[in-house]
C-alpha cells in the first residue's frame, strides 16, 4: 500500500483521484429529473464482492476517492460491506443521498466510514417535494439532519439548478447555512434519464448558466468563511489552459489509469466509464470481470480513442463564445455527437 501514500500530481480538473460508484438504480423516489431513471421498482444492482473487486483494482490504479451515488446508496444492499473495503483499501469515501434514510442510527453507523455526504436539495418545500414526487420528501430529509450535526460528519446540499429554481438560490443559501452546511454544490441540470422526458423545459439557456455563476460568486461573498458555494461551471479560458493537466493527451500517455482518467464511472450493470455516467457506452474502458487486462490494454493504445474525444472537446471549446462550461456534460455531448457523425459516415 505504500505507493498509494505518495502524493500524486492532479489528474485533470480535480486535486483528487475519484471513482464515482453507481452500484444501483434502486432508489426509494422516483424524481422527475433523475439522470439515470433510478426508482423503487428497479432491483438490479452490481454485487458487493464484484464491486469491491473492481475497487482494488482502481486502487492499484491510484485513485483515493470513492463518490458513493446511485439510486440511493443507502438501499444498495452491499453498501456497508462496500465501504468498509473501500476503508481498508484506503479509499476517502463520500456519498449523495437523498437524505430520507438518514435517521439517527444510520448516521451513527456510517461515523468514521464516510467521510462528507452531500444531500440533494431542489430549492424550496415545494419544490423539492415536487421533483421528488412525494409531498414529504423535505420533511423527512429535514427532520435527519440534526443527526448529521450531533455526529459531526461534514455535510453539504447538492442542488440540481433548473431555469425555475434560479430564483431560490438566495433561500437555499440561508437554509444551507441555518442548517451547518459546510457546501452548497450547485450543479446544471442534464437531460438524461428520466430528466429528458420530465423536464426537458427547464435546461439552463446559455446565458443563465452566466447569471447563475454570477450569482454563485456573490452568495460566495456572503456566505465568507462559514460555508463553500461551488457551482459545476468553470470559466472557457480556464478550462483551456488547464488542458496540459491531462495525462491522455500526451504524446505517448504513461502513467496508472487516474493519471490518464479523472473521474472515472464504475455503473450498477458493471461497466467502466470515462469521466461522465452519461458518456456514451461505447467508450467504456472495461467489462466483465476481468478488468485488470482490459485495464493494461487500454493504457496500452486503447486509450486513444477516449483521447481523441477529450481533443475535440477541446477543440469545441477553442471554437466556442461561451463565457462558462460545464465541462463533463460538454464533454458527453461532444462524445454523442462524435458518435452520431460515425454512425452516420458509416451508413453512408
Keep these: 500500500m505504500q505507493k498509494h501514500m505518495q502524493k500524486q500530481q492532479p489528474s485533470g480538473f480535480l486535486a483528487n483521484r475519484v471513482v464515482q460508484v453507481h452500484p444501483s438504480l434502486r432508489c426509494n423516489l422516483a424524481c422527475l429529473h433523475c439522470y439515470s431513471s433510478s426508482g423503487p421498482r428497479i432491483r438490479a444492482e452490481l454485487p458487493a464482492a464484484d464491486l469491491i473487486e473492481r475497487l482494488t483494482v482502481l486502487r492499484g490504479e491510484g485513485y483515493d ?85 450531533q455526529a459531526e460528519i461534514d455535510f453539504g446540499f447538492a442542488h440540481c439548478v433548473t431555469s425555475a429554481s434560479i430564483q431560490d438560490l438566495p433561500w437555499l443559501l440561508d437554509f444551507a447555512l441555518a442548517e451547518g452546511a459546510q457546501l452548497l454544490q450547485l450543479h446544471p441540470l442534464t437531460l438524461t434519464g428520466r430528466a429528458a422526458d420530465a423536464c426537458s423545459t427547464l435546461e439552463l439557456s446559455g446565458s443563465e448558466l452566466e447569471r447563475v455563476w454570477v450569482m454563485s460568486q456573490l452568495l460566495q461573498v456572503q456566505a465568507g468563511e462559514n460555508l463553500t458555494v461551488q457551482f ?71 486509450a486513444a480513442s477516449v483521447a481523441a474525444i477529450v481533443r475535440d472537446a477541446f477543440d469545441g471549446l477553442e471554437a466556442s463564445e461561451s463565457l462558462v462550461v460545464d465541462w463533463y456534460q460538454h464533454l458527453s455531448r461532444h462524445a454523442s455527437s462524435s458518435r452520431h457523425a460515425a454512425f452516420e459516415l458509416q451508413k453512408c
Design 65 to 149: 476517492t470513492l463518490s458513493f451515488s446511485g439510486g440511493e446508496p443507502l438501499v444498495y444492499g452491499g453498501f456497508d460491506e462496500v465501504v468498509d473495503q473501500a476503508n481498508a483499501l484506503g479509499f476517502g469515501v463520500n456519498m449523495v443521498s437523498n437524505g430520507l434514510l438518514l435517521t439517527e442510527r444510520r448516521v451513527a453507523q456510517l461515523v468514521g466510514k464516510v467521510r462528507q455526504i452531500g444531500i440533494s436539495l431542489d430549492g424550496r418545500p415545494e419544490r423539492h417535494n415536487h421533483l421528488r414526487a412525494n409531498p414529504k420528501a423535505f420533511e423527512k430529509m429535514r427532520r435527519n439532519l440534526p443527526y448529521l450535526r
Design 232 to 302: 459545476d461551471v468553470v470559466p472557457r479560458t480556464h478550462l483551456l489552459s488547464g488542458k496540459s493537466r491531462f495525462g491522455l493527451l500526451e504524446e505517448r500517455p504513461s502513467g496508472p489509469l487516474s493519471s490518464l482518467v479523472n473521474p472515472i464511472v464504475v455503473c450498477e450493470t458493471g461497466e467502466l466509464r470515462p469521466f461522465s455516467y452519461d458518456m456514451p457506452r461505447d467508450t467504456d474502458i472495461a467489462s466483465g470481470s476481468d478488468w485488470a487486462t482490459q485495464l493494461a490494454a487500454f493504457k496500452a493504445g486503447g
